[in-house]
């Protein structure tokens, strides 16, 4: 396994991170044990989750058997750097969503509960709040740093200037503020190019880029549903965009082949090639699934392979980072 710092800190995490919204409605418990047992003995440490991972409003079905797996002891836990995120609706109230003070506490303790630690290593905003003054949100979070319940802040799916503004307020208060920012990134959605990248970059945030594989569409669609195996890109808004792309995810594959790669390796490989990515989140829902995901640290892509791709998955604009991609 390889590993690299998290952002600016001094935080050691794989350049792989396993991603468990499956665990529950997709993969019964067991099997999730199963592999977050086997992503420690490949040596994959980064974990993210989600209060609001399980789909039943205020359970965090998600948290409590990652909690559960934890519970067992052998190490775990020291082993692991877990990530969760705040934000998303706990509950009918008015104040279980969102980030006000008392929401990011509360929910900040209800997760703790859940997961049976003392220490969120990351605890990411699961998107930004309008109506939250950052002052009030610092503040908080201040609050859970120093009671050692939180070590490293991170946010997820913020634009480029909330990025900038958050780390503004925070320098102001003397505190280290936003690490890692969680975007959706992969070769057929490259919006995050244009500002959330290079502002990343700039202030010292690592990028955790989630659906790197475009909910399946670059893991070799085409080719399994030829095979008769079941594709997660052939059903729901996967199925529409294949309609959409399907000369292009054929010329996708068809390159894969030439190189003698699997798809969803290149796609991974491709995003742990780009500047400013700390790790892609992978969501296995076997351990056979996980297992091949590992695949992706040996792909070394050549400059003649890379411009394929961007020809195949041209990215906005004129490329790069605003306002070059558009302007003179």
Not at 33 to 39: K, L, Y
Not at 150 to 178: C, E, I, K, M, T
Not at 246 to 272: K, M, N, S
Not at 299 to 320: K, M, Q, S, W, Y
Request: proline share 4%; with cysteine; glycine share 12%.
């Amino acid at each position: 396994m390889e590993y690299t710092n998290l952002g600016r800190t001094g935080l050691s995490v794989s350049r792989l991170c396993l991603g468990t919204m499956n665990f529950g409605p997709q993969t019964s418990e067991p099997d999730s044990f199963e592999i977050m047992d086997r992503a420690l003995a490949h040596g994959l440490n980064f974990f993210d989750t989600a209060n609001v991972y399980g789909w039943r409003t205020g359970e965090g079905v998600t948290e409590q058997i990652i909690g559960r797996w934890l519970a067992q002891g052998g190490g775990r836990r020291e082993k692991v750097v877990l990530a969760t995120k705040v934000y998303g609706k706990m509950g009918d109230w008015p104040n279980e969503q969102g980030l006000s003070a008392r929401h990011i506490v509360r929910a900040c303790e209800d997760s703790l509960r859940r997961l049976r630690t003392d220490t969120i290593d990351l605890y990411q905003m699961h998107h930004i709040s309008w109506s939250t003054p950052w002052e009030e949100i610092w503040q908080a979070m201040e609050t859970l740093v120093a009671q050692g319940k939180v070590l490293y802040v991170g946010s997820s799916n913020f634009a480029g200037w909330h990025l900038a503004v958050a780390q503004g307020v925070a320098r102001q208060r003397n505190f280290l503020g936003l690490v890692s920012e969680q975007c959706i990134y992969n070769l057929m959605t490259r919006h995050a190019e244009l500002e959330v990248i290079p502002a990343a970059q700039h202030l010292g945030l690592g990028i955790i880029p989630w659906s790197p594989l475009h909910g399946g569409l670059l893991a070799g669609v085409l080719a399994k549903m030829a095979a008769g195996g079941a594709a997660r890109g052939a059903t729901g808004r996967a199925a529409d965009a294949l309609a959409n792309h399907r000369e292009t995810i054929e010329a996708y594959e068809q390159l894969c082949a030439d190189l003698g790669h699997d798809p969803a390796d290149v796609a991974l490989g491709w995003l742990l090639s780009r500047q400013g990515v700390t790790a892609p989140i992978i969501g296995p829902r076997t351990v056979e699934q996980l297992d091949r995901s590992l695949g992706a640290l040996a792909v070394r892509l050549d400059e003649a392979t890379e411009e394929r791709l961007d020809e195949l998955f041209p990215p906005i604009g004129n490329g790069g980072p605003a306002p070059e991609a558009w302007a003179w």
